[in-house]
């Protein structure tokens, strides 16, 4: 089992590039196999998540070359099978993308009922409202999703709840639909409005992602295309909270700085100093830092993925910070982790208290999700002390050498698999 120990104590500085987002590309390599041409895209983050799609796309007969680390070739022609294992499934959520991928291209999906990260109850009750708007049939049966339909027509659909994975997987089935559908109530973030723009790149017609209405004209085929994923504002966010607890200087290089604006709202609020550039964001924490009050909500607010970030860099800040999480019910499970290092919190339902400590102390945690154990790693640079995390697995999933990027900018954290690791590091650091 792989686990980093982190030796902390002093300010990260320097420059830290930012790869493509985990979260749009997961939904545009599902639409890939919506064309029978080949679709080549890239700066694609080189992460377990990502590789496990590609595996399930392989596995339903799709061509998948892979260029480099960054870069594939994707051609659908091949496919000869609609249905999408467990095995794939339990390992990221987002395979359901293939439903909406393959429902739209053939008419006809199954697939497992998803796993991912145990951050709380997510529905997909929108997902097949979506499809059955559209006119598919949609079933439960022994643990799978099943969908078909002799015809897909637009419809006019209004979510009951704002939700990313339903605005993105019955956009995906629209987009070959018979005539116009309208969708309203539709989730806003920046990725939704890449799996547009990589579906138009490829003959859709979709209009209205990133506002509250999208209008999609059903096409009857898609064509070949060549695209570049957005940068990845919640790995970018990751460094910035990593300078900030640390009292360090961290630029984020290959980012929107638009995309980061509820993040570079709060790190202002805490005391950070925050320069903006064209493709780039400066971050400065000079001293202690100060409380603040977060409250997690779909973009354009404060996303959900950066909660546990802002979380940590509290339990460091003077007085009294609280955080209300509106998106996922277990989204705190990362706070007795930190209790351990520390940390002062009490949880009420979906509400944290955090009274700010003057440092952590280094101790072994567990990283309960993929952001909490980012979050973690953070906790871990801003302490004098080691800290070692087990279940990196998770950190891995959606995070591009990971460790790599923090040593880059003076972090001195090291993966390592045995007791024999654990002496040596410790030695090497003093």
């Known amino acids: 089992m792989e686990q980093y120990i982190i030796k902390g104590g002093s300010p990260?500085?320097?420059?830290?590039?930012?790869?493509?987002?985990?979260?749009?590309?997961?939904?545009?390599?599902?639409?890939?196999?919506?064309?029978?041409?080949?679709?080549?895209?890239?700066?694609?983050?080189?992460?377990?998540?990502?590789?496990?799609?590609?595996?399930?796309?392989?596995?339903?007969?799709?061509?998948?070359?892979?260029?480099?680390?960054?870069?594939?070739?994707?051609?659908?022609?091949?496919?000869?099978?609609?249905?999408?294992?467990?095995?794939?499934?339990?390992?990221?959520?987002?395979?359901?993308?293939?439903?909406?991928?393959?429902?739209?291209?053939?008419?006809?999906?199954?697939?497992?009922?998803?796993?991912?990260?145990?951050?709380?109850?997510?529905?997909?009750?929108?997902?097949?409202?979506?499809?059955?708007?559209?006119?598919?049939?949609?079933?439960?049966e022994h643990g799978k999703i099943v969908a078909d339909a002799e015809v897909l027509r637009g419809t006019h659909l209004y979510f009951d709840v704002v939700t990313v994975g339903a605005t993105i997987n019955v956009m995906m089935a629209a987009a070959m639909a018979d005539g116009i559908t309208i969708m309203e109530n539709v989730a806003k973030e920046p990725h939704v409005v890449d799996v547009a723009n990589f579906l138009n790149s490829m003959g859709a017609n979709i209009r209205g992602a990133g506002t509250d209405v999208i209008k999609i004209r059903g096409?009857?085929?898609?064509?070949?295309?060549?695209?570049?994923?957005?940068?990845?504002?919640?790995?970018?966010?990751?460094?910035?909270?990593?300078?900030?607890?640390?009292?360090?200087?961290?630029?984020?290089?290959?980012?929107?700085?638009?995309?980061?604006?509820?993040?570079?709202?709060k790190l202002v609020d805490i005391g950070c100093e925050v320069e903006e550039f064209d493709d780039a964001v400066r971050v400065v924490a000079k001293g202690r830092l100060r409380s603040t009050q977060v409250k997690t909500l779909p973009y354009p607010g404060y996303p959900t993925d950066m909660q546990p970030q802002i979380g940590v860099t509290l339990a460091l800040a003077t007085g009294t910070s609280t955080i209300t999480e509106s998106i996922f019910e277990n989204r705190f499970k990362y706070l007795d982790e930190l209790a351990r290092m520390g940390a002062v919190i009490k949880v009420e339902g979906n509400s944290a208290t955090i009274e700010g400590v003057e440092a952590f102390s280094g101790a072994r945690v567990s990283?309960?999700?993929?952001?909490?154990?980012?979050?973690?790693?953070?906790?871990?640079?801003?302490?004098?002390?080691?800290?070692?995390?087990?279940?990196?697995?998770?950190?891995?999933?959606?995070?591009?050498?990971?460790?790599?990027?923090?040593?880059?900018?003076g972090g001195m954290i090291e993966k390592v698999s045995s007791e024999k690791e654990i002496q040596k590091f410790k030695l090497k650091v003093g």
């Open 12 to 140: 990260l500085v320097g420059e830290v590039e930012i790869g493509g987002a985990k979260n749009a590309a997961l939904a545009i390599l599902a639409a890939a196999i919506m064309t029978d041409e080949t679709v080549l895209i890239d700066n694609l983050p080189d992460v377990n998540d990502i590789n496990v799609m590609l595996e399930a796309i392989a596995g339903i007969g799709a061509m998948v070359q892979r260029i480099d680390r960054h870069t594939v070739k994707i051609n659908g022609s091949t496919i000869g099978d609609f249905n999408i294992e467990y095995d794939y499934i339990k390992k990221i959520r987002a395979s359901y993308y293939l439903l909406g991928a393959l429902l739209g291209k053939y008419r006809r999906a199954e697939v497992a009922l998803p796993g991912g990260c145990n951050i709380g109850s997510r529905p997909i009750d929108q997902h097949l409202k979506g499809f059955r708007a559209l006119g598919a049939d949609v079933d439960i």
């Open 219 to 265: 096409v009857k085929s898609l064509h070949k295309s060549e695209y570049s994923i957005i940068p990845d504002q919640i790995e970018a966010g990751t460094f910035m909270f990593a300078a900030a607890a640390t009292k360090g200087d961290v630029t984020v290089l290959n980012v929107i700085p638009k995309h980061l604006d509820a993040t570079i709202s």
């Open 367 to 409: 990283a309960p999700d993929l952001r909490a154990g980012a979050a973690l790693c953070i906790a871990g640079l801003a302490t004098d002390g080691i800290t070692i995390i087990d279940d990196i697995v998770y950190i891995q999933r959606g995070y591009e050498r990971f460790e790599e990027k923090l040593r880059g900018i």
